[in-house]
């Protein structure tokens, strides 16, 4: 296997990446979050809101709480490389935590927190990449899900 330094790659590596982001697989996903991380590449998101009806929004859009889906626990960035952020201002919490489990299913990060934040910060950059899964319970119920891909 090659070793790439991400933030050097020449003109066809970085087209070649941009060809198969546009896909909606997982490895789209990975490349959507070199190009956004690395080279500045600004993709729009797919916003899926109560009525079924789809949107597509850039990351750096707010959407609105009469805008969101109560079953969805909210992300971004998604890709994501160090860091995300996990909004909790839709929900009414008594003690929430949050678990974030990889592709098979296995708990790799837990942490309660405090009901009077809106959104936390959860830090990984010991997350190898992969797909994770994130559940957000409230006295030991699931009250959201979500996933994201780190990379």
């Known amino acids: 296997m090659n070793d790439y330094v991400l933030d050097v790659l020449n003109e066809t590596q970085v087209l070649t990446l941009d060809s198969i982001s546009l896909n909606r697989t997982q490895a789209a996903y990975m490349a959507q979050g070199i190009l956004s991380y690395y080279y500045g590449y600004e993709f729009l998101i797919p916003i899926e809101f109560p009525d079924t009806t789809l949107e597509y929004r850039s990351r750096k859009e707010k ?42 299913g296995r708990l790799v990060y837990t942490q309660r927190i405090s009901n009077s934040h809106s959104t936390v910060s959860i830090g990984l950059r010991e997350l ?7 559940i957000l319970r409230d006295q030991g119920m699931i009250v959201s899900k979500s996933k994201f891909i780190k990379y």
């Open 63 to 104: 959407i609105e709480n009469k805008d969101r889906n109560p079953n969805t626990l909210y992300l971004a960035p998604n890709p994501v490389h160090e860091s995300v952020d996990i909004s909790l201002s839709q929900y009414n919490l008594i003690n929430p935590e949050i678990q974030i489990l990889d592709g098979q």
């Open 128 to 134: 190898n990449p992969s797909l994770y899964f994130v």
